[in-house]
């Protein structure tokens, strides 16, 4: 009778048998080698298909059954707790019977994290807590790094800044915002909205192991859907990346042209009027240049478009030095720059053949407003960088001024906005690097990130760098 027991729990699943449900290698569990950040694909096969993390030394093995990777790993170096990244339940092999114990719950946490709606609302409000990592480093969720696998620091950036803008961030915390939009058969494109909903839940993860994310997925999902324009081993430039991202994130969720058809549009479309007229060649004279003025190509043109960013024109660099051979550096306002949108300034531009004349007049003014600041231009020999220095305040921004005059009369309280996110390159065009500084608005802190670096930083010192991307945020007394 006695040998008759012993045999069965090897056979029988732990279900009928609640004795065998506990573990006795559950100490050799190792939390420190545990990353759940990369692709869930056997590291032997390579198959996505029924993959197990061991987590005794965190590698990734495919099945569970006596001639698997899994089960020959568990035999050849006695690793014997796996848990299914698919199903979330942990098994022992080679005996393979199901492991039910709730001391593996923060494992469980930390591969897919969850947060409830008083959660999400109270991230902004209360008082943040720092967490500790197994390591017992502190940490505050939210504020974590982001490894830079070699060159994607320019999507690093990107993804840092969008973290923090709240209404995208609670939205993709919670997976069932977004798992109730059908796809078509065969649309893989929606992976890329699950991969960014996993990175920021991870960055929120009041619970993590380690003290820092690797994007590895997300970006795996980018290179794969911008077929290879944006690229992990070389350096691109964030304004590209930010401007396919939240368009593709926006047709991926079901976005088309209406100003409310997505969470992305919601949050960063604005309006404007583009007001257009075609300038006749110079070398004309006045008689003919009046007759060309008179037909339809050369009258005043009228366009309402949307935005989801403006771009600033930095004035050009001074050409020579000081008095006392030395450069200066050029300073400029930032309501200087957002002159060009106050729908009188005209700017010329000029195709291959024909020169226009351009006024922008914004018509509405979205939630968040995104400011590309153009610092590089690209001529036929060579990429330059304008090192000119954007003067802004942080707070109360007021973009009032750009509006038309009906806009402007009829949103008098809401053009105040105040700073979220602020993307700076350093160094040369081409070989430069990118942080970006960030407000955590509970304590109102803001941090500086490069990669896996952050430390706190003055707002004062933020003025003082070579802003590329700003996010401005409409202000809560507006």
Not at 345 to 358: C, G, H, P, S, V
Not at 395 to 420: C, E, H, P
Request: aromatic share 12%.
């Amino acid at each position: 009778m006695h040998q008759l027991n012993t045999k069965i729990p090897t056979e029988t699943p732990s279900v009928f048998n609640p004795k065998y449900r506990v573990c006795p290698y559950l100490d050799t569990i190792n939390r420190n080698l545990l990353d759940f950040d990369f692709e869930k694909l056997c590291s032997i096969s390579l198959t996505r298909i029924n993959v197990y993390a061991c987590l005794v030394c965190g590698k990734y093995f495919q099945g569970r059954g006596t001639n698997t990777h899994a089960y020959t790993h568990s035999v050849g170096e006695a690793h014997h707790v796996f848990l299914n990244l698919h199903t979330l339940r942990f098994y022992c092999l080679p005996d393979n019977y199901e492991i039910i114990d709730s001391s593996l719950d923060d494992i469980k946490y930390v591969l897919n994290p969850t947060f409830l709606r008083n959660e999400i609302s109270k991230l902004d409000q209360l008082q943040p807590k720092h967490s500790r990592t197994v390591d017992g480093v502190l940490y505050l969720p939210g504020v974590v790094g982001l490894n830079n696998i070699k060159a994607n620091d320019y999507c690093n950036v990107v993804l840092h800044a969008l973290s923090h803008v709240s209404p995208l961030r609670d939205y993709f915390l919670r997976e069932q915002s977004y798992a109730s939009i059908k796809r078509p058969p065969g649309d893989s494109m929606f992976t890329l909205v699950q991969r960014f909903g996993e990175l920021m839940r991870k960055m929120w993860n009041p619970r993590n192991f380690k003290a820092h994310v690797s994007p590895h997925e997300m970006l795996q999902a980018v290179v794969l859907w911008s077929s290879k324009r944006f690229q992990i081993t070389e350096q691109g430039d964030p304004i590209d990346f930010l401007s396919w991202f939240l368009n593709t994130l926006h047709r991926a969720l079901k976005g088309n042209k209406q100003p409310n058809s997505s969470i992305l549009y919601k949050i960063f479309l604005g309006e404007m009027k583009i007001y257009t007229r075609k300038i006749p060649p110079v070398e004309l004279d006045d008689a003919a240049k009046q007759q060309l003025l008179a037909t339809d190509e050369y009258k005043h043109q009228v366009e309402h478009t949307n935005f989801i960013y403006l771009t600033c024109d930095l004035p050009p660099p001074p050409l020579f030095t000081d008095e006392f051979r030395e450069n200066i550096i050029p300073q400029v306002n930032l309501y200087q720059l957002l002159g060009k949108f106050n729908g009188s300034a005209e700017k010329e531009y000029k195709t291959y053949k024909d020169n226009f004349m351009k006024r922008f007049e914004i018509t509405r003014l979205p939630q968040f407003i995104i400011l590309y600041i153009k610092r590089f231009t690209k001529n036929t020999f060579f990429l330059e960088k304008n090192p000119t220095i954007v003067n802004f305040p942080i707070k109360n921004v007021d973009f009032g001024d750009i509006l038309g005059m009906k806009q402007r009369d009829k949103s008098l309280n809401d053009t105040k906005y105040n700073l979220v996110a602020n993307i700076v390159h350093d160094g040369d065009p081409k070989k430069g690097t990118y942080r970006v500084h960030i407000l955590h608005k509970a304590n109102g802190q803001w941090y500086e990130m490069q990669d896996l670096h952050v430390t706190e930083i003055l707002p004062q010192m933020i003025t003082l760098t070579e802003s590329y991307i700003q996010i401005y945020e409409r202000s809560a007394d507006s």
